[in-house]
């Protein structure tokens, strides 16, 4: 049997498309991960970790908030929707993230997991993938592997037990921290997340010395303000991807903050805790901060890594040795190596991204029948949205809109700020109080 579609991966993206797909009649999808069970991002999975957007963002209430597959039926079913209500906070922790995943994965018999995909073919009306569990043909194929971690150039190949990304850090040994002199590079959550539980470690199983290297001039807070929160809109998404390609790229450096800061929260825990640690805990840890520096060579000495640094503003060089060295750089797109027979019927720019439609399929050398779809890979093509878990309900009914008949209405949308004089302006429901006669309006309110 060929499936209407295979999906590659099921992390939240993949999952979006396989939960939103299970109510459509006629549509056989399957989805398939390499992991055992369903994980995520088991590697910075540090206690206490929490999402960084509301619940509503879960995998399908965007779309359809009468999906079974809702953060809240999760609750509901779990017996814990009370005591969730009763929480002074209703931020989820990645923990409980991880459990919806795999309670929203388990009831869902198209996921399976322990079957990696090796290799995708094309047989000339349907995509052949090589599984860990056999071969199936489909004639759409949904990517969802999700982005890599991205390793400076000054260090690449170099990685092993104490020269890692932050992606990992979770399975660094304690011998490697306790009594060790630690080097984060990297100043965005990541970096943030792993220098707080650094800082958290008490008595013996503290490093002996911290240091924190930021490329960017300073440390700073993840822009989370309403008007900002209209970037993560479908309208905003749809106007970001019809503008010229120079364009995006400088709208992507002006927005970054809006998806690269550190969330407000946690940027004042790491400095308070910085605070006790230099002048109220009995046993301080030496502690220095040094924005403005890029990373230029990493060596390995005698005595552990010798960082070569350089002051972004002077040039001025300085050199940091470490016993171990926590690279929070982010992650970036890599096209899988599964597709490699179809990679050069896939056009990929000369900066390694895709120029993705904006049904998320790839405009790849194969018939336009075939659907080739990537998501979590069009940061270039659809905005700062797209790596982040706020647009991917909508996308995955992009997706599904593009290749069967679904009920949603993936168009409705309701921003304030009009992006394009093309925006109709009837987004106003009808019963509003009118302006004039709008209760709370008052002339100061105005001002
Ligand atoms: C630590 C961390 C926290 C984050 N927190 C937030 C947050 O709070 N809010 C937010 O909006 N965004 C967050 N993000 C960004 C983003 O939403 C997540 O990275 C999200 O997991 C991306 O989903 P994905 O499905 O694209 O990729 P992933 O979650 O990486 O899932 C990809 C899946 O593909 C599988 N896979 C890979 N290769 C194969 C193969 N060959 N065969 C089969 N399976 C394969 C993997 O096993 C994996 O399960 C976070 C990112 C990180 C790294």
Redesign the pocket.
Known sequence: MTLDLAG????????CVAALADGLPGVRCRF????PV????PG??LPG?????SHL?DLVTMVDPTSPYTFLNFLARTGRLYRFASLPRQVIT?RE?ESYLRWVAGTLPQVRFG????EVTFTGDAFRLA?ARGPYTATHLSV????VPRVPEPVAGMLGPTLLH??DFGYLPATSVRGRRVAVVGGG??GA?VVEHLLGLAGDAAPRELTWVNRRHGFQPLDDSPFTNEWFHPDYVRYFHGLAPARRKELLGAQQLASDGISADLLERVYRRMYENDFVDEHRVPCAVLPGRELHRVASTVDGWRLDLAQCDTGAPETLRADTVVLATG?EFRL???LRPLADRIPVASDGQLALDADYSVPWDGPAGNKLFF??AGRHSHGIAD????L?SWRAATVLSSIADTPWDAGATTSTSRWASTVPHETVPHETVPYETAPHRTESADR
């Open positions: 590659v991966g099921a992390g939240p993206a993949n999952l398939f991960d390499r992991q369903q994980r995520w991002h910075l999975m970790s929490v999402l960084q957007v963002k990645r993230y079957c990696a995909v090796e599984t969802g592997t999700g982005p932050s992606a959550q990541s997340e992650y899988p190596e599964f998501l979590n790596p982040n878990l706020s991917a």
